[in-house]
C-alpha cells in the first residue's frame, strides 16, 4: 500500500479538440473512483495561454499535476505544446501523456524525443478506453511522486 500522501484532487488538464474525447476521459476517471479534477483545453494555444496566465499571478499550486494532450489540434498541435513545455523552465517538469489516435512509430518517437513522458494510442472501446485510464490514474497518482 501506497503510504506517501498526495495533495488530492489530483490536478489534470486535458488538451483535445474532441469534446466527445474529452467527456468519455471524464466518466472513466469518475467511474474508476479517481480523485481527480479535470480541467479541459479544446487546442494547444488555449493549453499555452491557460498555463501562462496561471503562473503570471504565481497560482502555483492550481498548475496540473498531470497534462493529457492530443496531437492533432487546431491553432498549436501536440508537438508544438510539448515542445514549448519542455523548454519553458516553469513548466518542463509537469508530466506530459500524448493521448491521440496515432499509431506511428514516427509520432510516437518524435513524441519521446520532444519529452513526452509517455504516449498512448486512443483505444476504440469504450472499455478498453475506462481501462486505460484506469491505468494511467493510478499509475500517476498512487505510484509517481510528482513534486514540482
Known amino acids: 500500500m501506497n ?10 488538464l486535458i488538451a483535445d479538440d474532441d469534446e466527445d474525447d474529452i467527456q468519455l476521459t471524464r466518466d472513466c476517471f ?49 508537438f508544438t505544446v510539448l515542445e514549448e513545455l519542455k523548454s519553458d523552465i516553469e513548466f518542463c517538469k509537469i508530466p506530459v501523456i500524448i493521448f491521440t489516435t496515432s499509431i506511428s512509430t514516427k509520432d510516437v518517437k518524435k513524441a519521446y524525443e520532444l519529452g513526452a513522458n509517455c504516449f498512448v494510442s486512443k483505444p476504440s472501446s469504450v472499455k478498453e478506453w475506462c481501462e486505460k485510464m484506469d491505468q494511467i490514474g493510478k499509475f500517476w497518482i498512487e505510484c509517481v511522486n510528482v513534486t514540482y
Open 3 to 12: 503510504t506517501l500522501k498526495k495533495t488530492l484532487p489530483f490536478r489534470i
Open 30 to 78: 469518475l467511474e474508476n473512483k479517481l480523485p481527480v479534477a479535470i480541467q479541459d483545453v479544446g487546442d494547444g494555444q488555449h493549453l499555452m495561454d491557460l498555463l501562462k496566465r496561471k503562473n503570471k499571478y504565481n497560482i502555483i499550486e492550481e498548475l496540473p499535476n498531470l497534462i493529457i494532450c492530443d496531437l492533432n489540434m487546431p491553432r498549436k498541435d501536440g
